[in-house]
């Protein structure tokens, strides 16, 4: 069974920087892309970054471009995102899921964060 | 502002069926054969229920189904069961990896 964890959200300054990690297991990690995807209280969802099986290639929506950064360590069935300078914009639960020609087929249960300004 | 439109809220009574639209443009539906729906119940996680237009995923009932017209897409479930009553959104693939959705509907069994 595909099962994917995320963790550390919670609650930091505008301005402010955290990183979430998102652990895979049930499925061959490494041969997965990988996105985070957010969903702002009350509203709808929203692509963030994806990264490629290898890492060789990642991409962002222009919203966190430069501000955020997606990684993964194989090795750890882990796939992570670094953000930095947060706005209250950024508050939402942030989901990992696996990605195959553009859909999402497995969703963790989310972590959320909350950018207090 | 979402970048696909789907109606806010959507209803039907159980057996009957209720199809939610989702437009976009050339750049996203129009221009590609990639787009997915998702069911979210209140408090959870999104679930994939079709995805490239019509397929659906093992374990989703065939009472959903999906279609695509120019630049919309439509999502149907037939027969209507209690336990349809969820959030649906629909995604597309706009380009340069770029993935969109739509703002969601509430679909209400009545």
Known sequence: EVQLVESGGGLVQAGGSLRLSCAGSGFIFSSEWMSWVRQAPGKGLEWVANIKEDGSAKYYVDSVKGRFT???DNAKNSMYVEMNSLTVEDTAVYYCATEIWYRF?????????TVSS | QSALTQPPSASGSPGQSVAISCTGTSSDIGGYNYV???QQRPGKAPRLMIYEVSKRPSGVPDRFSGSKSDNTASLTVSGLQAEDEADYYCSAYAGNNNKVFGGGTKLTVL
């Not at chain 1, 087929?105 to 964060?113: K, P, R, S």
């Open chain 1, 70 to 72: 997606i990684s993964r």
């Open chain 1, 105 to 113: 087929d497995h969703w963790g249960q989310g972590t959320l964060v």
């Open chain 2, 36 to 38: 997915s729906w998702y």
